[in-house]
Nanobody, 121 residues
């Protein structure tokens, strides 16, 4: 499966962005999907995940601000990001798990190409 992420950009603190990630090659409805991010000089970290039954999980720093969702008809996963902070600045990567559950980094089978989110103060 190939993943194509989009929606990044430059936004002021407090603003919003919506990331999208379209999968091609096969249907992803039976797999966990998620978003990770990597800031300059830091390791890639988990942001949010959604299972095949649409159960969700978030890292503590984005809870209440970010919302992950999926549209299995469109083979797409979204990340709605509100109340953005400068510390959210990173390249955001979508990912698909080998399992239907919450995606974890060591179970990722395919990554999107990354989309840059820059939040100015």
């Amino acid at each position: 499966v190939q993943l194509q992420a989009s929606g990044g950009g430059l936004v002021q603190a407090g603003g919003s962005l919506r990331l999208s990630c379209v999968a091609s090659g096969r249907t992803v409805s039976n797999y966990g999907l998620g978003w990770f991010r990597q800031a300059p000089g830091k390791e890639r970290e988990f942001v949010a995940a959604i299972t095949w039954t649409e159960r969700t999980a978030y890292t503590d720093s984005v809870k209440g601000r970010f919302t992950i969702s999926r549209d299995n008809v469109k083979n797409t996963v979204y990340l709605q990001m509100n109340s953005l902070k400068p510390e959210d600045t990173a390249v955001y990567y979508c990912a698909i798990s080998r399992s239907p559950g919450i995606v974890v980094i060591n179970e990722v089978t395919s990554w999107g190409q990354g989309t840059l989110v820059t939040v100015s103060s």
